[in-house]
């Protein structure tokens, strides 16, 4: 996450003017990532010790809060990430980005206490009220933002169709990671798999999004120089 | 580590733009080792300790897991860093990234089961199978890439044919250091001179390697400059 950030500021001068809000928003999002996992880290750190070969608990508990203030944050922002490299009138991308941004920061406050209960039917139905906003994001990314992905120049359109597709696989992940302990997993298991899961989904979503969004920018940066 | 990151970012502005992305990689590289660094310091200053003239190991383990975690990410960097530098076709500096790229997260994978390993025919099987990406890896900068360094500029031909042979001596280090503990060295001395070799070795490998990238590509500018 660190790195992707340096990538992102490093990168920033490189790519025309207009693009480098997207690529600032970018690194915004993995700049408060690597903070949180600092957090994460050292909560976790805290929380488990090995002693013997074993790995317990120490009776800290492990604080999830981190990882979904993060997500308060950061999901907003990438999908403002992926509206800034659309090239949308000024109007569209303010509505869009408040419309969008909202629904993604009610599906993280819906979901955390899912997350924070052991109890799967708590469990079950916040993520159920979790995946009403997440569909209708998805739905709007597909259907709304057809015209707009149409109107992009040649050379970015199969990228832009990408960075749209790259959000909806990587974002599957998080319902799914989400649902381990309620299909199976247990204890120190199921602790670990939500744990691995998420930084997975993340380092994706944040990480690998934010140096795609950086490749849009650098090609139709290209184009514009070649216009000139 | 931290001063070769800081004299690239220092650096990046001087040299013409189309190598700047290659600096960028570099920093990246020797940013995300240093940061492992710390963080291997830190391990080794909780696991071993200083009582009465005699070193002990304290009951925390050390944990060799931020080495491979670095090299997971930055030996396919120091790859790209290489095929950046090259000024090959888009297409071929994708392909060759992917490729060389895969393979070097591989033979890291496949090294730290045994390098974890305290039994010498687990370490030299996953040693072997390690070997095989390497020398894929060398295969191919040594015979693919050897048409692309023929048509490097002159001033620069000599440099880019080294920066592979550096490249190759450095990494060579790596498996040299991996069986020491399987060739006699034993207890305390085996894990300090394993520790010591994998230090230079990437000190040789990403810090002086990234430096050199620089000139490499400040001497590339200057004959883009001349030709204007």
């Known amino acids: ?26 690194s915004l999002v993995t700049a408060i990532a690597t903070y949180h996992y600092v957090r994460i880290y050292e909560s976790f750190d805290k929380a488990y010790a090995l002693s013997n070969g074993i790995v317990a608990a120490t009776g800290h508990p492990f604080n999830d809060a981190y990882r979904y203030v993060d997500w308060l944050l950061t999901v907003p922002l990438l999908l403002v990430e992926l509206i800034l490299v659309m090239n949308l009138s000024a109007k569209e991308t303010t509505s869009k980005s408040v419309k969008l941004g909202s629904l993604a920061a009610l599906m993280v406050i819906l979901g955390y206490p899912g997350e924070i209960s052991s109890d799967p039917t708590t469990r079950w139905i916040l993520w159920g009220l979790s995946m009403i906003p997440f569909l209708v994001i998805l739905f709007d990314l597909f ?71 950086y490749i849009i920018a650098a090609k139709k940066s290209e184009s514009i120089q070649a216009a000139h």
Chains 1, 2 share one sequence.
């Open 1 to 26: 996450m660190g790195a992707a950030t340096l990538f992102l500021w490093l990168q920033k001068s490189e790519v025309a003017a207009r693009y480098r809000t997207a690529l600032i928003v970018s």
């Open 143 to 213: 259907v709304s933002l057809k015209t707009s992905i149409e109107t992009q120049p040649e050379n970015v359109k199969g990228l832009v169709k990408l960075a749209r597709t790259i959000v909806v696989v990587t974002w599957s992940f998080y319902p799914i990671v989400f649902v381990l302990p309620m299909i199976g997993l247990t204890g120190g298991t199921a602790q670990v798999a939500v744990q691995i899961g998420y930084t997975i989904a993340d380092l994706l979503a944040k990480a690998a999004f934010g140096v795609f969004i």
